[in-house]
T-cell receptor
Framework: DAKTTQPPSMDCAEGRAANLPCNHS???????VYWYRQIHSQGPQYIIH???NNETNEMASLIITEDRKSSTLILPHATLRDTAVYYC??????????????FGTGTQLKVEL | GAGVSQTPSNKVTEKGKYVELRCDPI?????LYWYRQSLGQGPEFLIY????????DSGLPNDRFFAVRPEGSVSTLKIQRTERGDSAVYLC?????????????FGEGSRLTVL
């Protein structure tokens, strides 16, 4: 699976949009971009995933560049409860192959008043 | 409960002892995963079950680690002759099929401390 690069930490003011970048310059055509987050002392939580089109759900939006070498996770109105480590993961979807996600060290997002 | 349940939440043991960690996945989920997370690191894959069988155990660090899922539901991760380096949070996750939307549902983990 392609390697990802994320900044180690970011700060965001409560109520503002949090934009978390991820570089995946070696991504292959059949590899998806996944985002998970991990709030302190909890297990990781799935946020969103996409292949080439931008995606949006109730939690966040995922913007993938046209060349697919980078992406941005957007939390439109960050709250204190969004303080967490955010992981960007790239992997191939293999039916029957299991979901062996390779987590990096992620971005520690701190949302402040 | 509705989520993945892991017990114990905390386990302190002495070097050389045997440890079992239990995972109760979401009802109906056929795929089950074990991950290990050391301080300051992201989770690291250990093993994946599809039903009762281990479909991929490539992440188990050595033969002191073993996991079972005899009835395709509850799984137990077993660690023999524990070492201080085994100290970590052991996370279990489940998903409805072997590969669905990419969403894994994680438990809160079992924190293992080896003294």
């Amino acid at each position: 699976d392609a390697k990802t690069t994320q900044p180690p930490s970011m700060d965001c003011a409560e109520g503002r949009a949090a934009n978390l970048p991820c570089n995946h310059s070696t991504i292959s055509g059949n590899e998806y971009v996944y985002w998970y987050r991990q709030i302190h002392s909890q297990g990781p939580q799935y946020i969103i995933h996409g292949l080439k089109n931008n995606e949006t759900n109730e939690m966040a939006s995922l913007i993938i560049t046209e060349d697919r070498k980078s992406s941005t996770l957007i939390l439109p109105h960050a709250t204190l409860r969004d303080t967490a480590v955010y992981y960007c993961i790239v992997r191939v979807e293999v039916t029957g192959g299991g979901n062996k996600l390779t987590f990096g060290t992620g971005t520690q997002l701190k949302v402040e008043l | 409960g509705a989520g993945v349940s892991q017990t114990p939440s905390n386990k302190v043991t002495e070097k050389g002892k045997y440890v079992e960690l239990r995972c109760d996945p979401i009802s109906g989920h056929t795929a089950l995963y074990w991950y290990r997370q050391s301080l300051g690191q992201g989770p690291e894959f250990l093993i994946y079950f599809q039903g009762t069988g281990a479909a991929d155990d490539s992440g188990l660090p050595n033969d002191r680690f073993f996991a079972v899922r005899p009835e395709g539901s509850v799984s137990t991760l077993k660690i023999q002759r524990t070492e201080r380096g085994d100290s970590a949070v052991y996370l279990c996750a489940s998903s409805p099929q072997s590969f669905d939307t990419g969403e894994l549902f994680f438990g809160e983990g079992s924190r293992l401390t080896v003294l």
